[in-house]
C-alpha cells in the first residue's frame, strides 16, 4: 500500500553536511508521523527525528541544533537536514511512516535505508 524511498547518503567528512530525503507513494488515505531512524553496526535503532502531519517535531538529544526535519504533505515528503556531522553519527538512516490505507485502519511502513558515513 505504501512504498518509502530514500536518498541522499553518501561521504562526507566531519563537519559536513547531507540532506536526506524520503518520498512516500502508493495507496493510502494520509501519512500522518513521518520518522527517521538510524542504526549503526552492533547497536540499537534510535529515533533521530519525527515530524508529525501537523509540524510538531521531536528530535534525539544528539542531533538538537545540527539536524532539521521537515516535511511537505502535498508531496508526502521528509526530509532531514544533517549539518555538522560527526563520526558518531555514522549509521543506516532509514525512514518510517505511519500511514492510514482505509478510514480507520493505519500501518507502519519502512524504507530500504540510506548509508551515511562521516569520516574524521
Known amino acids: 500500500q505504501v512504498q518509502l524511498v530514500e536518498s541522499g547518503g553518501g561521504l562526507v567528512q566531519a563537519g559536513g553536511s547531507l540532506r536526506l530525503s524520503c518520498v512516500a507513494s502508493?495507496?493510502?488515505?494520509?501519512?500522518?508521523?513521518m520518522t527517521w531512524y538510524r542504526q549503526a553496526p552492533g547497536k540499537q535503532r534510535e529515533l533521530v527525528a519525527r515530524i508529525t502531519r501537523g509540524g510538531d517535531i521531536n528530535y534525539a538529544d544528539s542531533v538538537k541544533g545540527r539536524f532539521t526535519i521537515s516535511r511537505d504533505n502535498a508531496k508526502n515528503v521528509v526530509d532531514l537536514q544533517m549539518n555538522s556531522l560527526k563520526p558518531e553519527d555514522t549509521a543506516v538512516y532509514s525512514c518510517?511512516?505511519?500511514?492510514?490505507?482505509?478510514?480507520?485502519?493505519?500501518?507502519?511502513?519502512w524504507g530500504q535505508g540510506t548509508q551515511v558515513t562521516v569520516s574524521s
Open positions: 518510517n511512516v505511519d500511514a492510514t490505507i482505509q478510514y480507520g485502519v493505519s500501518k507502519n511502513y
Open positions: 502508493g495507496r493510502f488515505v494520509q501519512i500522518s508521523a
